[in-house]
T-cell receptor
Framework: GAVVSQHPSRVICKSGTSVKIECRSL??????MFWYRQFPKKSLMLMAT?????????EQGVEKDKFLINHASLTLSTLTVTSAHPEDSSFYIC??????????FGPGTRLTVL | SQKIEQNSEALNIQEGKTATLTCNYT??????LQWYRQDPGRGPVFLLL?????KEKRKERLKVTFDTTLKQSLFHITASQPADSATYLC???????????FGDGTTLTVKP
């Protein structure tokens, strides 16, 4: 149980394009979903917290217009990187939490912006 | 300022020995603390959660302790195996924040 999927697992795009990453909780209802970014050999940096049906709460320094988050249902959240640039290249990971306090993580999405 | 420190970036041990990883924190009031395992290019996998009123938690070969006076958690893997080689992350959930903050992780290598 408690499986979270992410799609795509890997994406390469040209600078200036937008990329959408999906995060789904497959076997539980996720009241809260989190989006993280991870640099090589570094820990996870929380970007934003989203609750179903409400606006995401962004961490300090994260541009909400750059990283659009939608949490339309209890099983799906999306992160859209708008007008992506090479510095946005990173490993993006989502997590979901349900009735317990534990976060269950997706497998991550490797974004490369050329 | 708030800080989470995991004892070392890398830890190498021999198969069969006990691995002990440390997570220290300052300026937090954690409601609970979690340990995760992360393999290269993958998302973290939840291992154990320990609450502020719990001293110790066990799961198979894993043991976690939580000392809120010392502001420290210890994570032990007994009878370690090469398959235990991975990066282990501790995460604090602040009572008031409602979100987790992660340490930088310790990369464990178990040599056969």
């Amino acid at each position: 149980g408690a499986v979270v999927s992410q799609h795509p697992s890997r994406v390469i795009c040209k600078s200036g394009t937008s990329v959408k990453i999906e995060c789904r909780s497959l076997d539980f209802q996720a009241t809260t979903m989190f989006w993280y970014r991870q640099f090589p050999k570094k820990s996870l940096m929380l970007m934003a917290t989203s609750n179903e049906g409400s606006k995401a709460t962004y961490e300090q320094g994260v541009e909400k217009d750059k990283f659009l988050i939608n949490h339309a249902s209890l099983t799906l959240s999306t992160l859209t990187v708008t007008s992506a640039h090479p510095e946005d290249s990173s490993f993006y990971i989502c997590s979901a939490s349900g009735p317990t306090d534990t976060q269950y993580f997706g497998p991550g999405t490797r974004l490369t912006v050329l | 300022s708030q800080k989470i420190e995991q004892n070392s970036e890398a830890l190498n041990i021999q198969e069969g020995k006990t691995a002990t990883l440390t997570c220290n924190y300052t300026n937090y009031s954690p409601a609970y603390l979690q340990w995760y395992r992360q393999d290269p290019g993958r998302g973290p996998v939840f291992l154990l959660l320990i609450r502020e009123n719990e001293k110790e938690k066990r799961k198979e070969r894993l043991k976690v302790t939580f000392d809120t006076t010392l502001k420290q958690s210890l994570f032990h893997i007994t009878a370690s195996q090469p398959a235990d080689s991975a990066t282990y992350l501790c995460a604090l959930d602040d009572t008031n924040a409602g979100k987790s903050t992660f340490g930088d992780g310790t990369t464990l290598t178990v040599k056969p």
